[in-house]
């Protein structure tokens, strides 16, 4: 449901935050906060898809043998297993520059950016290795897929992450 709080006065004393700082800078905290855990979301969700499509293809038979002889389908899973390293290690990079105190925002924009996009394109990847049965609901990778989407906007979007990253090299960006 909706609330709406019209002339609401709040005493001095029950107001959250330090009135001296800005909101936005309080909000831009959080999200850095929020996006690395995306990241870590992310490496799950590809190593899930990785799992369940390995699993599929080993066990699915066509013309013969498992589905995993085709090169098509060992370059799908090859893919997702480079993606699966590559978050992981941008992960581990991440955190290890935020326990040594350096972590920037670019640098944690690129890391949300890029393991966001690469889970959307590991979920439909392992979605269509288990062919027709990729696209129903009893199937993770289906489901993950749905999930990925929305983080892609969840804790700014792909393009704010790119605007952030932009910032970060000096571009001029529009206001």
Same mark, same amino acid.
């Given at each position: 449901?909706?609330?709406?709080?019209?002339?609401?006065?709040?005493?001095?004393?029950?107001?959250?935050?330090?009135?001296?700082?800005?909101?936005?800078?309080?909000?831009?905290?959080?999200?850095?906060?929020?996006?690395?855990?995306?990241?870590?979301?992310?490496?799950?969700?590809?190593?899930?898809?990785?799992?369940?499509?390995?699993?599929?293809?080993?066990?699915?038979?066509?013309?013969?043998?498992?589905?995993?002889?085709?090169?098509?389908? $060992? $370059?799908?899973?090859?893919?997702?297993?480079?993606?699966?390293?590559?978050?992981?290690?941008?992960?581990?990079?991440?955190?290890?520059?935020?326990?040594?105190?350096?972590?920037?925002?670019?640098?944690?924009?690129?890391?949300?950016?890029?393991?966001?996009?690469?889970?959307?394109?590991?979920?439909?990847?392992?979605?269509?290795?288990?062919?027709?049965?990729?696209?129903? /609901?009893?199937?993770?990778?289906?489901?993950?897929?749905?999930?990925?989407?929305?983080?892609?906007?969840?804790?700014?979007?792909?393009?704010? $992450? /790119?605007?952030?990253?932009?910032?970060?090299?000096?571009?001029?960006?529009?206001?």
């Amino acid at each position: 449901g909706e609330i709406f709080l019209d002339d609401v006065r709040v005493p001095r004393s029950h107001l959250l935050g330090d009135p001296a700082r800005p909101a936005r800078d309080a909000a831009e905290g959080t999200l850095v906060a929020e996006r690395a855990a995306v990241v870590a979301m992310c490496l799950g969700v590809i190593e899930r898809c990785l799992d369940d499509a390995t699993a599929y293809a080993v066990e699915r038979r066509q013309f013969g043998k498992p589905i995993a002889a085709f090169q098509l389908i $060992q $370059q799908k899973l090859a893919r997702m297993y480079t993606a699966r390293q590559n978050v992981r290690n941008l992960l581990f990079k991440l955190l290890w520059m935020q326990r040594g105190g350096n972590a920037r925002e670019a640098d944690v924009s690129a890391a949300k950016w890029y393991s966001t996009e690469t889970a959307c394109e590991v979920a439909l990847d392992a979605m269509q290795v288990l062919g027709g049965a990729g696209y129903t /609901r009893e199937h993770a990778p289906e489901r993950l897929f749905r999930d990925m989407k929305l983080w892609t906007v969840g804790g700014g979007t792909s393009e704010i $992450q /790119r605007l952030v990253i932009a910032r970060a090299l000096g571009l001029p960006v529009e206001t």
